[in-house]
């Protein structure tokens, strides 16, 4: 038996998209809170190699990959969503 078969497609639908919504708040918290610490988007970021400008540290380093994850996560969850609301 499908899942589908179980719980309703508009259910299902609105669960996701619950969840996504959920995700897509955590990312944004993050992108706000590394935007703030160093006064810049995460575009400029990159553009000055500010990871190389740091000296390679760890706290950087990791900075700069959640904050990829984050502002890569929004992109993906934001298309995933039009999609869903499309295909009502």
Known sequence: ???IDLI???E???TVLSEYEKK???YKLTDERLKKKYGMSFEEFEKRNTVKEKDF???VEK???DWEHAVEGIRY???KIIKIKEAD
């Open 57 to 59: 540290s760890w706290d």
């Open 1 to 3: 038996m499908k899942l």
């Open 63 to 65: 900075d700069a990959m």
């Open 77 to 79: 969850i934001q298309e």
């Open 8 to 10: 309703p497609e508009k």
């Open 24 to 26: 897509i708040v955590l």
């Open 12 to 14: 299902l639908k609105e």
